[in-house]
């Protein structure tokens, strides 16, 4: 596996993993969890949206927090943290890579902080993946439409959703973000819902669900 042990806050953290075995995944999903959660607590999450053949992997945050800070400060701002969060993604694509999963049919779900790693890596990392949701989260910076990233992510789908009361991500992050994605080729739909707060709601499980349903392997496959 790439991503070795540099120093960082979250380098040789482990991954946990559900689902398919290794040897039978067509697919794989990167769960990546909230501050203060912990992975087996948010792989509970992925019986809402199982499919056959599909690997879960969810890597771990040192401390439960993948980076200090709201998310309205720069990338920058989050280091050595938000790096050693890369790396630790990046061997998590390394292990789906040794069960036979390529990353365009990789699926990245994240909430809160994790949502927002999982949004930062995506539009770091721009090529044709799974997809990507995004859950109560949004890109760093003052204005998440207007950041640096550029690349193509090839029509890779992109969900953004958040409670318009959500005390913790502003609506026009969410708006912000998903135009970002839209400017770096992803297809994206992006909602806002009323009275949900800091929370998943079944709406947004259902988009997760199609997220996963698109990239698993049906017998017309075969």
Known sequence: MSGGDRGGPHDGQPIETA??????????????HGRGDSPKQFLRLAD?????????????????????????????????????AFRLVDRTLDVAADAGVPPERVVFVGFSQGASLAAEYVASHPRRYGGLAVL?????GQDAAETDHDGSLDETPVFL??????????????RGSAATFRRLGGEVTDRVYDDLGHVINDDE????DRLVASVTVTEDDD
């Open 19 to 32: 689902g398919a075995p290794f040897q039978v995944a067509d697919a794989a999903v990167v769960v990546l």
């Open 48 to 84: 809402e949206f199982h499919h056959r053949g599909v690997l879960y992997l969810a890597p771990e945050a040192a401390g439960r927090a993948w980076f200090p800070g709201p998310v309205d400060e720069a990338a920058t701002a989050k280091e050595p943290w938000l790096s050693s």
């Open 136 to 140: 109560a989260g949004s890109l760093f």
């Open 161 to 174: 959703g958040c409670g318009a009361d959500d005390p913790h991500v502003a609506t026009e992050r969410v």
């Open 205 to 208: 499980i259902r988009e997760v």
